[in-house]
């Protein structure tokens, strides 16, 4: 279900595009659009072309060197030493127009801790850049240092670093979904609860809180129809979900409805789910146990 839409060459890494701000030019909204769609190349070229390096506010040199990550991730191993460090090098230009640009400073820390040595990574630098954010973005430090322990499979530790930036706020939706499901990994299936019930609350429009929520009350055995509900909205209204994903919202939909000891719905439900996504084998082992 997770997915990512950048990877380091080195390790998983997670960029998140917000929306377009007011004060963001045409060719910043452009080139957001054109990295979206996967064509890094096309950003680069068009940057260079049409915006000179002295006239480039920070957020342009921002998506500037994600373009070069993009690039980074795809490119041999003789070329990924030199886009590394004009991705550096953009990140860092654009922390000396606007020191406190949090996702630049991010990703600063990023490429320190997960480049190798030999392009300039260096943890004990990473840990500088967060130090350095956490005067002004506290609770931003603490997110970028959750995401690092996820990544790295310390579940523990990410689950520590996620509550103590919910902590310093704000509640920001995506970091209380993340949290969610890391306490669902750890089984705390009360805790992932309600972090859902508060996401779906504050973002009605983050369709993956249904999912999650759903899926939280099927293993925990309880509120069985709210479960029922947030399964049906998840199917019926997520707008970025392909048939893979609606197999996983039926499969949640036939737990449920197994839990209430509706088994000919749960049937129909766990049959929906493998037509969707035949790949579910926690679907097809549920199914054969009903049909017995």
């Not at 963001?24 to 390096?53: H, Q």
């Not at 127009?97 to 991010?106: G, K, L, N, Q, T």
């Not at 009605?204 to 999912?211: D, G, K, L, Q």
Request: aromatic share 8%.
């Amino acid at each position: 279900m997770v997915r990512s839409r950048h990877a380091w060459a080195f390790v998983l890494l997670i960029l998140a595009f917000g929306q377009a701000g007011a004060g963001e030019t045409a060719l910043e909204v452009e080139a957001r659009k054109l990295l979206e769609a996967g064509d890094a190349e096309g950003v680069v070229s068009m940057i260079e072309k049409r915006s000179p390096e002295s006239e480039r506010g920070p957020d342009l040199w921002f998506v500037l060197a994600q373009a070069y990550h993009e690039l980074l991730d795809e490119a041999g191993l003789l070329k990924k030493k030199g886009l590394a460090n004009k991705m550096k090098a953009a990140l860092e230009t654009a922390l000396e127009i606007d020191p406190e640009h949090v996702d630049a400073r991010r990703e600063l820390a990023d490429f320190y801790y997960y480049a190798p040595w030999i392009v300039g990574g260096s943890k004990d630098e990473a840990e500088k850049q967060l130090e350095i954010l956490g005067k002004t973005s506290p609770a931003e430090a603490w997110i970028a240092r959750g995401q690092r322990a996820r990544n790295e499979g310390d579940l523990e530790e990410a689950r520590e670093h996620y509550r103590k930036a919910l902590e310093l706020g704000p509640r920001e939706p995506g970091a209380m979904l993340t949290l969610a499901v890391i306490e669902q990994q750890l089984d705390d299936y009360p805790a992932s609860i309600e972090l859902l019930e508060e996401v779906i609350t504050a973002d009605p429009e983050r369709e993956r809180a249904y999912y999650y929520c759903a899926r939280a009350l099927a293993m925990a055995g309880t509120d069985i129809e709210r479960g029922l509900e947030c399964a049906a909205h998840y199917v019926e209204h997520c707008t970025e979900c392909d048939d893979s994903d609606r197999g996983y919202g039926w499969w949640r939909r036939a737990t449920l409805y197994k839990r209430k000891g509706e088994t000919d719905a749960a049937i129909a439900a766990y049959r929906e789910a493998l037509r969707l996504n035949p790949e579910l084998d926690g679907a097809r082992q549920g199914l054969e146990e009903l049909e017995r």
